[in-house]
Nanobody, 128 residues
Framework: QVQLVESGGGLVQAGDSLRLSCAAS????????MAWFRQAPGKEREFTAA????????SYVDSVKGRFTISRDNAKNMVYLQMNRLKPEDTAVYYC?????????????????????WGQGTQVTVSS
């Protein structure tokens, strides 16, 4: 079965960096786009970054552009989110997600309804 396991979260200070990792298993990794979403306390889950199935296309929410980078290693079935210059407003639980279906084109969806599988999440806390 499909499994997505996040790691790399923690408590950091504003301006620090973190790299989140997502280990995927149970399916053909290169067939599906991947994404990171986040949910802050008292807020709805929001799109953060997405990458197409072969890493050709990426998409970001405006608030993280220039600070976060999503990447994938198709040889290792891993997705990463490099987060630099972290801010207190980046504090959230970060979730890894896989698209529900295969897309022939290189598509990095920003829409949560396109994702059918989710990890358990990893907490990121940024202190000021």
């Amino acid at each position: 079965q499909v499994q997505l396991v996040e790691s790399g979260g923690g408590l950091v200070q504003a301006g620090d960096s973190l790299r989140l990792s997502c280990a995927a298993s149970g399916y053909i990794f290169t067939n599906y786009g991947m994404a990171w979403f986040r949910q802050a306390p008292g807020k709805e889950r929001e799109f953060t970054a997405a990458v197409s199935r072969n890493g050709v296309t990426a998409s970001y929410v405006d608030s993280v552009k220039g600070r976060f980078t999503i990447s994938r290693d198709n040889a290792k079935n891993m997705v990463y989110l490099q987060m630099n210059r972290l801010k207190p407003e980046d504090t959230a639980v970060y979730y890894c997600a896989r698209t529900a279906r295969y897309y022939l084109i290189e598509y990095a969806s920003r829409n949560a309804v396109d994702y059918g599988y989710w990890g358990q999440g990893t907490q990121v806390t940024v202190s000021s």
